[in-house]
């Protein structure tokens, strides 16, 4: 319960951020993106307003072994800079800078109901899904190879 | 470069990115989680997950950001210019690269930096270049006008 709790104000407060900093309208995160036009550095403030937060929180997360509710802390391991990891940042880079809607952002205008957010949600969640379907046949497929 | 000064809202900007700073130190602090958008949706469509009631809660969350502040005051603007056929494209690509890359710019980009992971580093670097270059060939290259 007391999970679920902070996991919606979390969302919430995302959300929010999202919103004031102008990060929900794909307009201004295109401005961004735009260097060769008129250029808007609104979203370098914003990463640097998050990461200076960050900084201090993961490095105090990183030295506890249970989270301040007494949960498992669930940090990813993984530490191989491999194909994947950069063809698929590439792929995800191509579809923000057709639109101008990365997730949070796109579920954020949805909620607003933005009809071509719910669009893009929608398509997202489609794949999403082609990926689980690609890495269930290939963990199939390494199964039988094994 | 020419930068728009018409559009750009530092103080703005920086507080907003503080509140997100806020939501991802407290998720880590309190879940021990990272608050990586993706990879919480993401979870949801795994058939062998079973933990999934508080990514709908954070999705769920996400989604009433607005509502709430639809209470206090207007909505800042959301300007879509792209076509739909253009943004269910942009869905897609969104949705296999995430999953693929493990993360977007939440996970990889807030999450990831704030953690100096190199992983993250790498994947950043990777969807900043192809953002600057696809908004540089749709601008610049196609013509500028809106697909």
């Keep these: 319960m007391k999970y679920n709790l902070s996991s919606f104000f979390c969302g919430l407060v995302f ?17 961004f993106l735009d260097i060769a036009g008129l250029w808007d550095p609104s979203l370098a403030l914003v990463m640097a307003g998050a990461i200076g937060v960050g900084l201090i929180a993961f490095t105090v997360a990183g030295q506890r072994q249970r989270s301040l509710l007494g949960f498992e802390m669930e940090l990813p391991t993984s530490r191989s800079i491999d194909r994947p990891l950069v063809v698929g940042s590439l792929l995800f880079g191509g579809g923000w800078g057709l639109a101008g809607f990365c997730p949070g952002p796109g579920l954020v205008a949805m909620g607003a109901g933005e009809i071509k957010a719910i669009a893009f949600v929608g398509a997202m969640v489609v794949g999403m899904m082609i990926f689980e379907q690609i890495e269930q046949a290939r963990k199939a497929h390494a199964l039988t190879q094994a | 470069m020419t930068i728009d000064w018409a559009s750009f809202t530092p103080w703005l900007s920086l507080a907003g990115g503080v509140l997100i700073g806020l939501s991802a130190a407290g998720f880590v602090l309190l879940n021990g989680r990272i608050a990586g958008v993706s990879g919480v949706l993401g979870g949801l469509l795994q058939r062998q997950k079973a933990d999934s009631f508080w990514r709908i809660a954070f999705i769920a969350g996400l989604l009433s950001a607005p509502l709430l502040w639809a209470l206090v005051a207007d909505l800042p603007p959301i300007e879509v210019n792209a076509s739909l056929p253009v943004v269910v494209i942009a869905g897609l690509l969104v949705g296999i690269g995430t999953r693929f890359g493990s993360g977007c710019t939440s996970g990889h980009g807030v999450c990831g930096l704030s953690r100096l992971s190199p992983r993250s580093l790498m994947a950043t670097l990777c969807f900043m270049a192809a953002g600057f270059g696809t908004v540089y060939v749709v601008r610049h290259l196609v013509g500028g006008s809106p697909l």
Aim: proline residues 6%; charged residues 10%; without cysteine.
């Design chain 1, 15 to 31: 959300g929010l951020g999202l919103l004031l900093s102008g990060m929900a309208n794909p307009e201004k995160v295109l401005g």
